[in-house]
């Protein structure tokens, strides 16, 4: 079992920044992958950001490209991200999720596809 713990959510302004941060923990656990998801009201769970935990290659939704950077710290298993120049579009839950498991495939997009997942944490972002 991993239990991933988000941090940092709020109420900012547009145009403002947050940093929000994921602790996982457990035992005897592997990362292959950790990745930010985020979920409006009325709306599917979608994909913001990853990171793969051996190289550190990121990856981002084209919605947040250029404005957010996710970042991990391999010593404390924890994962960033910074999220810059907010909308209040950014508005929803964030999720952290974890890839523990070896994947055969990579499909960072897909919620399924990653083996836990933290409580949330609020994000709004006014106008």
């Known amino acids: 079992q991993v239990q991933l713990v988000e941090s940092g959510g709020g109420l900012v302004q547009a145009g403002g920044s947050l940093r929000l941060s994921c602790a996982a923990s457990?035992?005897?656990?592997?990362?292959?992958?950790m990745g930010w998801f985020r979920q409006a009201p009325g709306k599917e769970r979608e994909f913001v950001a990853a990171?793969?935990?051996?190289?550190?290659?990121?990856y981002y939704a084209d919605s947040v490209k250029g404005r957010f950077t996710i970042s991990r710290d391999s010593a404390k298993n924890t994962v960033d991200l910074q999220m810059n120049s907010l909308k209040p579009e950014d508005t929803a839950v964030y999720y952290c999720?974890?890839?523990?498991?070896?994947?055969?495939?990579?499909?960072?997009?897909?919620?399924?596809?990653?083996?836990?997942w933290g409580q949330g944490t609020q994000v709004t972002v006014s106008s």
């Open positions: 457990g035992r005897s656990f592997s990362t292959y992958y």
């Open positions: 999720a974890i890839r523990s498991t070896l994947p055969y495939a990579q499909d960072l997009g897909r919620s399924g596809w990653y083996n836990y």
């Open positions: 990171i793969r935990w051996g190289s550190g290659i990121t």
